[in-house]
């Protein structure tokens, strides 16, 4: 079977969708390409921190009436050292910009629901998926499925399919260049149908290791703790859990905790990764297929909405303005974002966590560092900038 198509879009993650969508409403011709169904798609539980750019976004995509209704909007943070506790005002410091808490299913449902009503083709459950004529100016796509072979012959390929996917593969070694830090401890996170400790997320800095208190809902809290990539999560019972939890972040939040059954619990391990360019030929590269940074600065989905964003706007001009700037451009423009998002992400795990070669020395300068961010409007100005997203004008 074969068909046509202007893009093709390999991945029907939050890169793949966003782009699906911001093509469609400029009247380009795109094709969704997934391996796996919607619910599995749907029910990965990432991200849950939107900044203000990904929320203006879905605004002007026309997908933002949920969100309106159920994110929660936060015009500040809180950092803990050692369970002092201390506010930093980012929609005063950044005049008025916030982060909204609305979860990566919630995103995914929502932008699934619209391709459903607009006519956006996704295929499900493409098996054996292969990219072929990227270097020349007729890439096509092949996959497997229901037992039926099927080709897409497309002006350009998206690779939007995350870090294990086949995109990126697909770009020479020769020309490829990778950057990578992977930290040596994980994040043993849960989730639980209680109240969060506070309305706000807390950062916390303790000499056992880092804890976040952060939130799904009003009713539905989502905790972390840092602990051993090796540590087996059968022996961490919910009452071990609440009890580490509360000893780091200190006895005031400690107090505002509401225990309960946990009904996820999991180790993600963290990782600081970057692979140049994020254009080969017809391919480009967006979201976690070309970066992927720790979850400290809530800045995975973020990034991949950002991507999307500059390369909708490039395929846009070269498709009404017959212009190839824009997507000449774009892997140098993204990277430049990507990169600040890398530094900041790298940063807050760097002064919030406690590494294994840690000695008192280097304890005493992370103590320093979260202690002068206490104190200086400024520090806290540039937390604050990064943390509610930087412009794209900054690319």
Known sequence: MRHRTQVAIIGAGPAGMFLAHLLHAEGIDAVVIERRDRDYVE??????????????LMRRLGLSARLEREGL???????????????????????????????????????????????????????????????????????RQDGAEHRLDCDFVVGCDGYHGISRAAIPAKVLRVFERVYPFGWLGVLADVPPADHELIYANHERGFALASMRSPTRSRYYIQCALDEDVAEWSDDRFWDELCLRLGPETAAKVTRGPSFEKAIAPLRSFVAEPMRWGRLFLAGDAAHIVPPTGAKGMNLAVSDVTMLGAALTEHYRERSDAGIDHYSARALSRVWKAERFSWWFTSVTHRFPTMDGFDRRIQMAELDYLRGSPAAQRTLAENYVGLPLEMA
């Open 73 to 143: 909007v936060h015009g500040g943070t809180n950092v803990a050292l050692d369970g002092e506790v201390f506010r930093i005002d980012m929609a005063a410091l950044t005049g008025g910009s916030t982060v909204t808490v609305y979860g990566q299913q919630e995103v995914m449902r929502d932008l699934f629901d619209a391709a459903e009503d607009r006519g956006v083709t996704i295929m499900w459950n493409a098996e054996h998926v292969t990219l072929s004529g990227l270097d020349g100016d007729r890439p096509s796509v092949t996959w």
């Open 43 to 56: 029910g990965r539980v990432r991200a849950g921190v939107l900044e203000q750019g990904t929320v203006a």
